[in-house]
């Protein structure tokens, strides 16, 4: 399974509505908001501030975040949109660690 372009959320438009209206879920590293969608497939968009990091950390930061996502949230979820948004002790956390952290919020998602 694919994580697609229609399971993205990058329009800045449809970020601030789920900043607004989702409900949140916070762990240690990651702040989710979520909120029902007219859509009947779920999207999620990633948010990771370089937070004084190389480019070369944050892409890879986000390949791992993205793959977690594809792996763990899409295929268990519908109808819903998802903004994640990365705080700055994300960085050094092993593949593993993000996987299991955000199968824990998963399990507290409100949609």
């Not at 990633?46 to 930061?61: E, F, K, Q, T, Y």
């Given at each position: 399974?694919r ?13 601030r ?7 949140v ?35 890879r930061?986000k ?13 268990l ?8 948004r ?15 952290e ?9 949609v």
């Amino acid at each position: 399974m694919r994580y697609s372009r229609a399971q993205r959320i990058s329009r800045s438009a449809d970020i601030r509505r789920v900043q607004q209206e989702g409900k949140v879920v916070r762990t240690r590293h990651f702040t989710i908001r979520v909120c029902a969608s007219p859509l009947g497939f779920p999207r999620v968009g990633c948010i990771v501030p370089r937070h004084g990091r190389s480019a070369v950390d944050r892409n890879r930061l986000k390949r791992r975040l993205r793959e977690v996502i594809r792996q763990d949230i899409l295929p268990l979820r519908r109808g819903f949109d998802a903004v994640v948004r990365v705080g700055p002790g994300t960085y050094g956390q092993a593949y593993g660690d993000l996987r299991l952290e955000l199968g824990g919020a998963l399990q507290r998602l409100p949609v």
